[in-house]
């Protein structure tokens, strides 16, 4: 079987990460199996969806690495073939006109509470010749559904659920308007797109029972079905915008390398043994809905900044200096020269990109001397002469020069350090004193040493 799939998001805002963990299991998916994995832009919401929202949605998934196999379609587009195929389904006798007013399906809905069952219509023109519509009145068009039976699905992921066809009732395809409904228009594209499977959060799975019947109406083969657990925040609450950043965008901007995220979203909700830190390429070759959960995963912020710090810490040099000049802007040779330098001992420390960005500035902008106390210009004194009389400048002979200071002044090393720290940077929190002196070399070290010892 050649595999096709999809993610068929609205454009109304951003690229949710609930969403992006669907295009992902979509993705990986047809990536397995050597298949296609498309994009399809559900517009039909003419007053929410906006050329902003579709351009948020394909930079978020190009950040992450998703791409798409073919052009992108455009649902809203497709009206006019969605609109003839349901004509198509009345003239078979496997869908009707009704003729109800809003008042007639309001009274409906309250009887049907009344009376303890569930709101829906009662196929009052199912049977009815449309002679008998009042004149001047629009027609929605509905299925004939099954009113007797069962409908059955067998899920990738929840197993097989069975639904009893009494309890669906005979759903609009399209409106008084003349617009097809979300129903109709993701059968008729999943069935032109050829897709062959679907993996979608669990609050579908109603629909895709109503989906089905609209198969078996057209005599069409359904793709076969995956519905997922959506994400909860750490509350155990579905995840809203009160737990935070919600959109791809917004974990870009708080640092997030974009295959950290890839690979903890994927723990939210499929596994691979006791794996938890791999590549999207081991990810392809891993992929399986068989690993596919049942249970709702919870967004543990603690847990993705240590994910993110493992990638950071697993970057190469030259691939995190392009993303510190991308935060910091406008920096000079010798000082990006520093930041390569220095690159090891600062991700060591930093969980973020923005982290990275705050450690790092040690090593670039201008520099304000520090002064010191009497007694601390004492050690730095001598600390000074040390440090000018070594031959060589490398951490190792740093160290060793240093270390031996310690042992013949008695003054500690945490001392010492503390106060290299505050005039070669002014912070309290920096990567190794001795890579410092390294990185900073052996002129700008003692510029700054005795700059301090000047004031």
């Known amino acids: 079987m050649d595999y096709v799939t999809r993610f068929a998001p609205s454009p109304t805002g951003f ?25 399809r832009l559900e517009d039909t919401d003419r007053v929410r969806s906006t050329v902003e929202a579709v351009e948020a949605i394909f930079k978020g998934l190009l950040w992450l690495g998703v791409t798409w196999d073919e052009e992108p379609v455009f649902q809203f587009s497709r009206a006019g073939h969605h609109r003839e195929l349901a004509e198509g389904l009345v003239e078979s006798g496997m869908a009707y006109r009704c003729y109800c007013t809003a008042e007639e399906l309001n009274t409906m809905r309250e009887t049907a509470r009344a009376n303890g069952a569930s709101p829906k219509y009662t196929g009052v023109w199912r049977d009815r010749d449309p002679r008998e519509a009042p004149p001047g009145l629009n027609s929605v068009i509905r299925l004939r559904a099954p009113q007797t039976g069962e409908t059955t699905l067998h899920d990738l992921v929840q197993g097989t659920v069975t639904v009893k066809n009494s309890q669906l009732d ?24 050829g897709i062959t499977h679907v993996i979608r959060g669990d609050d579908h799975l109603t629909n895709t029972f109503r989906q089905l019947q609209i198969y078996q109406a ?45 690979n903890y979203l994927l723990k939210l ?7 938890e830190f791999f590549s999207m390429e081991q990810a392809i070759d ?3 809905t068989d ?22 810490r697993e970057s190469s040099h030259e691939k995190l200096l392009q993303y510190l000049l991308e935060l ?23 969980r973020t990109l923005l982290e990275l960005r705050d450690i790092a500035k040690i090593y670039v902008g201008d520099f304000n001397f520090v002064k010191v106390d009497a007694a601390s210009e004492k050690i730095l004194g001598s600390l000074l002469q040390i440090l000018e009389s070594l031959e060589e400048w490398t951490e190792a ?24 720290r505050n005039v070669l940077t002014g912070e309290k929190i920096t990567p190794s004193i001795f890579e410092m002196l390294w990185v900073f070399g052996r002129g700008e070290s003692l510029h700054r040493i005795g700059g301090s010892l000047s004031m």
Not at 170 to 193: A, C
């Open 328 to 350: 910091m802007g406008e920096t000079s040779e010798e000082e990006r020269e520093r930041l390569l330098k220095g690159m090891n001992g600062l991700k060591q420390r930093a």
């Open 170 to 193: 005979d759903m609009v395809l399209v409106r008084g308007d003349g617009t097809p409904t979300f129903m109709l228009s993701v059968v008729v594209d999943d069935h032109d797109m």
């Open 397 to 420: 002979s740093l160290e060793f020069s240093l270390r031996r200071f310690v042992e013949v002044s008695g003054v500690s090393f945490g001392e010492i350090a503390q106060l290299l």
């Open 218 to 262: 057209f005599g069409w083969d359904p793709p076969e079905f995956g519905h997922i657990p959506l994400i909860h925040g750490p509350d155990g609450v579905k995840l809203s915008k009160r737990h935070g950043a919600l959109g791809v965008e917004s974990y870009r901007d708080m640092g997030f390398l974009p295959e950290a995220l890839c």
């Open 269 to 275: 909700g499929w596994s691979h043994g006791d794996d």
């Open 286 to 288: 891993w992929f399986s």
């Open 15 to 39: 690229l949710h990460i609930g969403g992006a963990r669907t295009a992902l299991f979509n993705w990986l998916l047809a990536k397995h199996y050597g298949g296609k994995f498309l994009l």
């Open 291 to 312: 690993n596919l959960g049942k249970s709702a995963a919870r967004l543990d912020f603690a847990k993705m900044k240590n994910l993110n710090g493992r990638y950071i």
